[in-house]
């Protein structure tokens, strides 16, 4: 596999439950990011981790957990999340910060 | 609040015409910019990325970037059905506080009219 895989590709939770999002990057880049992109809104920048460290946090409510356990891996950890929380969640990698993105094909989540 | 600004659209063009999108934004210290292009239900991919004044071209792709005007564009030109798509500008920005960091606008819907 190549660039940058997301699973699942479609997710739908309750408010209750608990559920992760996973990103791997076959691209051997150094920083990863997890954005967030809802109707008619610009992508909004959640999460930023460079060499497995995380480098920002902005913002993000804490039912949103982010891990990297390597610098090839994310997760993106939900729980007891509100229904304005449905949107497209991306995972993105870059060989740097400030360097071009490469995007996942994203998790479309919905919260009924 | 340092922003990106785009003319949401939608913006019709018709085929084999060039197609202008425009993008200004409020940080004068921004030194990168980026153009992505995203299909619908689909992830944003890399068009261009400029860094430089001047123009910058890839093909058919050409990108604008005038930082005394805080204007960076991108042209289409022979613009074909495939163009099709949401355009998203970004810059990098440096906050009030914290690390620079990537900001997107809110994209320009383009349509090529066959």
């Known amino acids: 596999e190549t660039g940058v895989t997301q699973t699942p590709r479609h997710l739908v939770m309750g408010m209750t439950n608990k559920k992760s999002l996973k990103c791997e990057q076959h691209l051997g880049h150094n920083a990863m990011y997890w954005y967030k992109q809802s109707a008619k809104k610009p992508l909004e920048l959640m999460f930023v981790y460079n060499f497995k460290e995380q480098t920002e946090n902005n913002s993000v409510p804490s039912r949103f957990s982010p891990e990297c356990p390597n610098s090839s891996h994310l997760f993106l950890h939900l729980h007891t999340l509100q229904p304005e929380d449905s949107a497209l969640y991306l995972c993105a990698s870059s060989q740097d910060q400030l360097e071009p993105l490469h995007f996942g094909n994203g998790t479309r989540l919905t919260v009924t | 609040q340092k922003e990106v600004e785009q003319n949401s659209g939608p913006l019709s063009v018709p085929e084999g015409a060039i197609a202008s999108l425009n993008c200004t934004y409020s940080d004068r210290g921004s030194q990168s910019f980026f153009w992505y292009r995203q299909y619908s239900g689909k992830s944003p991919e890399l068009i261009m990325f400029i860094y430089s004044n001047g123009d910058k071209e890839d093909g058919r792709f050409t990108a604008q970037l005038n930082k005394a005007s805080q204007y960076v564009s991108l042209l289409i030109r022979d613009s074909q059905p495939s163009d099709s798509a949401t355009y998203l500008c970004?810059?990098?920005?440096?906050?009030?506080?914290?690390?620079?960091?990537?900001?997107f606008g809110t994209g320009t819907r383009l349509t090529i009219i066959p």
């Open positions: 970004a810059v990098n920005m440096r906050p009030n506080f914290g690390n620079e960091k990537l900001t």
